[in-house]
């Protein structure tokens, strides 16, 4: 307000009382200068902020000298006009573009590969790496340890090719281990098209996304690791009844590997009961009942020769 009454005056040669009077200001109040000295307040600040370059205006107003207190609009209004001010680290954030999940039309067109995470009877964390085939939906690799370097998820996709080809794409997160140097120059070197999904949207992975869910509702929740050993072995036995046993519904309810055979057998939803969704199938009563009856197989009788442990 002071400076707009000097341009006015300066501008318009108005006068001190009109120039007041035209903004609504009272002379006195124009008049007025600060008699307060903030020297010491400025030397106390510089002092402690030397000593504590990141600490902001507030913690540097409690690390004050408490013989006189001072206002803390003050320490802010000094801390300011002594060019104190800490500049805030921007957090650097991962930009994505994000690619529709599109449909897969052949085997080896499109590999999802994510981690999943549990734990063991010490309560040591270990990580499951999940490979699947976008088309076929088989579980392609079901790899067991406490930790997963880039180099490790290489060799093992490494094994997989030796076994079924290469694929066209692979998509996967943004974690560590699918975005070092040593992943993108092994994807590159394939001429493999790697497709990162946005942060914070896991559904752009929703294939891979589906087959954790039944990863952990049907295998880790139900079965006890005594050591990460039984856990690979169980594992193991777990990736084959998902891929040989376990009926597969967006493949009509054939398995994944009748699937990837071309075999046209399908499994009834009438012998099944309830299906993935829930909902009770209609079919021949006597079928129903018989299923109803029977008991459904468990993953957990497998023989240990087999690599599994039952529960």
Request: aromatic share 8%; charged share 30%; with cysteine.
């Amino acid at each position: 307000m002071k400076a707009s009454i000097e341009h006015l005056r300066k501008v318009y040669a108005f006068s001190e009382r009109r120039a007041c009077r035209l903004l609504e200001l009272a002379v006195s109040t124009y008049r007025y200068r600060p008699t307060r000295d903030d020297s010491r307040l400025w030397e106390q600040l510089v002092e402690l902020a030397r000593e504590r370059p990141r600490f902001g205006y507030r913690r540097l107003h409690v690390m004050l000298p408490t013989d006189k207190p001072v206002n803390h609009k003050r320490v802010w209004r000094v801390y300011r006009e002594a060019g104190l001010s800490v500049k805030r680290r921007k957090r650097k954030r991962l930009a994505r573009v994000g690619r529709p999940l599109d449909a897969a039309t052949v085997r080896n067109e499109e590999w999802a590969l994510d981690f999943v995470s549990d734990s063991i009877a010490t309560g040591r964390t270990i990580r499951l790496l999940n490979i699947a085939d976008a088309y076929t939906r088989e579980c392609l690799a079901l790899e067991v340890d406490t930790s997963f370097a880039s180099r490790r998820v290489t060799r093992v996709l490494e094994r997989i090719i030796d076994e079924r080809g290469m694929p066209q794409r692979i998509r996967c997160d943004n974690g560590p281990e699918l975005t070092s140097r040593h992943f993108l120059a092994w994807c590159t070197g394939r001429r493999i098209e790697l497709l990162h999904i946005q942060p914070g949207k896991p559904m752009q992975n929703g294939r891979l996304e589906s087959l954790n869910g039944k990863l952990r509702d049907e295998f880790l929740n139900v079965n006890y690791f005594r050591n990460l050993f039984e856990a690979r072995r169980q594992a193991a036995a777990w990736r084959r009844d998902y891929n040989e046993v376990r009926p597969h519904s967006a493949l009509g309810y054939r398995t994944p590997a009748a699937f990837a055979a071309g075999s046209n057998s399908v499994t009834s939803p009438s012998t099944i009961g309830v299906s993935d969704g829930g909902e009770r199938r209609q079919g021949n009563p006597a079928g129903s009942l018989r299923s109803a009856l029977t008991p459904a197989p468990s993953i957990a009788n497998f023989s240990s020769e087999e690599g599994e442990v039952t529960t």
